[in-house]
């Protein structure tokens, strides 16, 4: 893959937090950027298969669409951790898994309809991983959501 060029930079620039909500979006980005709408599309295609785009979608906030979101950590043994990390990512409300360098050392968000659904498949994630060592940690107060890189 051809490294990335300031073009490319403008672009994902641009579709991180503004994306235009009209009938062609890739029209009016590259509109704002004195593109083509192929030249845009052709870029974040090429950018998706390399791997440096995870995803183009909305974020939304849980609680204002009936949702709860925690954050949860569990301490995995090192040979089980492929198979626990499986087997969480298997629940279509967690939305990133994580391994890190502590005791607790995979690290998951999950969302659901209520908290007692979270706390059901946290129970059945044990069960099925023999992890007994779970925490769920709701938040009790958002301080920053938005991710804005400056490429």
Same mark, same amino acid.
């Given at each position: 893959?051809?490294?990335?060029?300031?073009?490319?930079?403008?672009?994902?620039?641009?579709?991180? &937090?503004?994306?235009?909500?009209?009938?062609?979006?890739?029209?009016?980005?590259?509109?704002?950027?004195?593109?083509?709408?192929?030249?845009?599309?052709?870029?974040?295609?090429?950018?998706?298969?390399?791997?440096?785009?995870?995803?183009?979608?909305?974020?939304?906030?849980?609680?204002?669409?009936?949702?709860?979101?925690?954050?949860?950590?569990?301490?995995?043994?090192?040979?089980?951790?492929?198979?626990? &990390?499986?087997?969480?990512?298997?629940?279509?409300?967690?939305?990133?898994?994580?391994?890190?360098?502590?005791?607790?050392?995979?690290?998951?968000?999950?969302?659901?309809?209520?908290?007692?659904?979270?706390?059901?498949?946290?129970?059945?994630?044990?069960?099925?991983?023999?992890?007994?060592?779970?925490?769920?940690?709701?938040?009790?107060?958002?301080?920053?959501?938005?991710?804005?890189?400056?490429?």
């Amino acid at each position: 893959m051809p490294p990335m060029d300031d073009t490319d930079r403008a672009i994902l620039n641009r579709i991180q &937090s503004e994306f235009p909500l009209t009938p062609r979006p890739y029209l009016a980005i590259a509109d704002n950027l004195g593109l083509s709408e192929d030249d845009v599309l052709n870029r974040l295609v090429r950018l998706k298969r390399s791997g440096i785009i995870r995803r183009i979608g909305g974020n939304f906030v849980p609680e204002k669409l009936g949702f709860v979101s925690t954050l949860c950590a569990a301490s995995v043994p090192e040979d089980k951790i492929d198979a626990f &990390s499986k087997v969480v990512n298997i629940y279509p409300g967690v939305t990133h898994n994580y391994q890190r360098d502590n005791e607790f050392n995979v690290w998951f968000t999950f969302i659901a309809p209520s908290m007692e659904e979270i706390t059901e498949n946290l129970d059945k994630i044990s069960l099925e991983t023999g992890v007994d060592d779970i925490i769920n940690l709701p938040a009790t107060k958002v301080f920053k959501i938005k991710a804005q890189f400056d490429l």
